[in-house]
């Protein structure tokens, strides 16, 4: 039984791992290209704030969907797009809509679509 009790904390040192991995990323280094447009830098701003906690730093998942990948579970058009974030999804995606309203969510897929062109 002591023995048992002794092995509990390297049971959850992985899961610990884990969550502070993907919840105490740096703040993305501001990337080298010139002209990013002004919609994706204010998408930028809004991601690192909202959304990098789950969804990584450079959208590359974590314990969330990677959005850089190229695979998307609820689909991959603008209006799909806007709908998981907006509404939310049942998997654990919040929404967003009351919180940042429609012009907002335009910048984020704007910055989600230059993240994948990297
Ligand atoms: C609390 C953690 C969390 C936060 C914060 C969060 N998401 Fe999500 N997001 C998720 C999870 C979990 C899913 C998967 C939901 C599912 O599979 O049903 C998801 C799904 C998505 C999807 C759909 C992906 C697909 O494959 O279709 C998009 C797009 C998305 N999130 C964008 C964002 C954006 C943009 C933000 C910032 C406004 C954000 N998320 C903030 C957890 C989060």
């Not at 701003?45 to 959005?67: A, F, R, T, V």
């Not at 695979?71 to 603008?78: F, I």
Request: aromatic content about 8%; overall charge positive.
């Amino acid at each position: 039984m002591k023995k048992f009790m002794l092995f509990i904390p390297f049971l959850l040192m992985p899961v610990l791992l884990l969550i502070m991995t993907s919840c105490t990323e740096k703040a993305p280094t501001s990337s080298g290209s010139a002209n990013v447009s002004r919609e994706v830098k204010k998408g930028a701003s809004i991601y690192e704030m909202k959304c990098l906690n789950c969804h990584g730093e450079k959208g590359q998942g974590g314990i969330c969907p990677n959005l850089v990948d190229n695979e998307w579970k609820y689909g991959s058009t603008d209006n799909d797009i806007y709908k998981s974030i907006a509404e939310g999804r049942p998997g654990g995606m919040p929404n967003w809509d009351k919180v940042l309203g429609e012009e907002k969510i335009k910048s984020l897929i704007a910055y989600i679509r230059s993240l994948k062109a990297e």
